[in-house]
């Protein structure tokens, strides 16, 4: 059965410090994966995609990296802010989407 | 920038009744797709439409459950004889390509569903 495991469940950093959430998956045969940024009550934001071949990526603040053979990825935040504070989905993909439960992160001032 | 609309964005009902969660997509989208949230848990897959049929659906969506595309902008999902378990977060999504190599996933507001 395909599966997506994050960790940590949860964390709380200090604004202005860095932060790395992490994706282990078992998704076969892997087409790409996805990080979203989920805010409380809202609907999911897409902040990367990465396919095979691609192993970092980034979006502003938000650099993601993929090792496709240990099928393992990772979302770093650099310098976070209050407004980073949110649910971080990984999603991976063969011919469907499969979700990861999130890391919840919380940005303290 | 263009977006997924949903409404309503919350609805209260009492057990056994019909709700209808309507969507509009992005204007220029193929894929349309329902999610399921649970207070709590992760994003569920419920169906994928394209091409006016469904082309995916996972083991939660049932009888009880159905899509329509009504019009040329509406996408909507109807839930019959709602259960206490079916409280949750229906998010609709849309993209302009699918399957496997599907681009990015556009998410509405969502729309919370109360079941009591």
């Known amino acids: 059965k395909n599966q997506v495991e994050q960790s940590p469940q949860s964390l709380i950093i200090l604004e202005g410090k860095n932060c790395t959430l992490q994706?282990?998956?078992?998704?076969?045969?892997?087409?790409?994966l996805r990080w979203y940024k989920q805010d409380t009550g809202r609907g999911p934001v897409s902040l990367t995609i990465m396919t095979f071949s691609e192993n970092t990526k980034s979006n502003g603040r938000y650099t993601a990296t993929l090792d496709a053979d240990t099928k393992q990825s990772s979302l770093h935040i650099t310098a976070s802010q209050l407004s980073d504070s949110a649910s971080y989905i990984c999603?991976?993909?063969?011919?469907?989407?499969?979700f990861g439960a999130g890391t919840t992160v919380t940005v303290r001032a | 920038e263009p977006e997924v609309t949903q409404t309503p964005s919350h609805q209260v009902t009492q057990m056994g009744q019909e709700v209808i969660l309507r969507c509009v997509p992005i204007?220029?989208?193929?894929?349309f797709y329902w999610y399921r949230q649970i207070l709590g848990q992760k994003v569920e897959f419920l169906v994928s439409?394209?091409?006016?049929?469904?082309?995916?659906k996972s083991e939660i969506f049932d009888d009880q459950f159905s899509v329509e595309r009504p019009d040329g902008s509406n996408f909507t999902l109807k839930i019959r004889s709602t259960k206490l378990e079916d409280s949750a977060m229906y998010f609709c999504a849309s993209s302009a390509t699918g399957g496997a190599t599907a681009g990015e996933l556009f998410f509405g507001e969502g729309s919370r569903l109360t079941v009591l």
């Open positions: 204007s220029n989208h193929l894929y």
């Open positions: 999603v991976v993909s063969d011919y469907k989407l499969s």
């Open positions: 439409f394209y091409n006016n049929e469904i082309s995916e």
């Open positions: 994706c282990n998956y078992t998704v076969s045969p892997f087409s790409n």
